[in-house]
């Protein structure tokens, strides 16, 4: 029988609170928002490529609830067919990143020494820039486009993640419980496993959720600029950089997918919040 199954994994499920009206009403907009990441075609009220010069600007009504643009396209469809680029270019980042960081950060904790030193100070570089600037240059680099944009927000991404493993890890690493796994014969890949990087997972999880809202600014933000995803794709800083042409003639068409943007991120954040106060997350930042 292996250490492992000698000394059991620790007990996250002690001390959790019911769920709070904040954490069901985010829950069930994250839903709606999984929802829309893979399967836009269920809220999109008109065809959103079809051009009708003659319907241009039409302001916000119940046919067009979120007015037209300058092609006479419907604005909300649009926005509900680029939540797929946006969201999911969102949460392919934060997970990805969040892979990366977890092995970086748990290796570089765990082993201590030359390794430990050698992966901090690689995490210092890109600590060292402002991300969206470094996301910036590396976006233009790779080459503009949605893949490119990713890249760059994973590269920048990945480093506070291996922060905050490496400075759990470097706490658990001498506790009594993984001192006697470690003496029962368990390997460092079965420690770190099921008694060391599991007491990260709580202030991953508040980490993670907060971040699919950042990163979504961030990602808008590079299309916004002409780094991101390309015309003729419907995605959402794309859609507000072609608006903010318009703003003052139609001010529905910048204003309107800028709210959404906003209730996005608020409701991330909102999460977030919510489950930095649960007493898991407590425990696991104690």
Known sequence: MTAAAVLPAPDTRRGRRPLTARMIVGSVIGVILLVLLVWPDLLVIAEPNAVDVGGRFQPPSPTHWFGTDEAGRDIFSRMMLGARVSIGAALVVVLSATAIGVLLGAVGGWFG?????????????????????LAMAISSAVGRGTWSAVLALIIVWWPSYARLVRTIVRTQRNELSVTAARTLGASSLQLLRWHVVPHSYPQLLVRMTLDVGYVLVAFTGLSFLGLGTQPPDAEWGLIIATAKNYALSAWWYPVLPGFLILAVVAVCVWLGDGFSRSPRSSRGSS
């Open 113 to 133: 020494g030359w390794i430990d030193t050698v992966l901090s100070k690689f995490t210092d570089v890109f600590l060292a820039f402002p991300y969206l600037v």
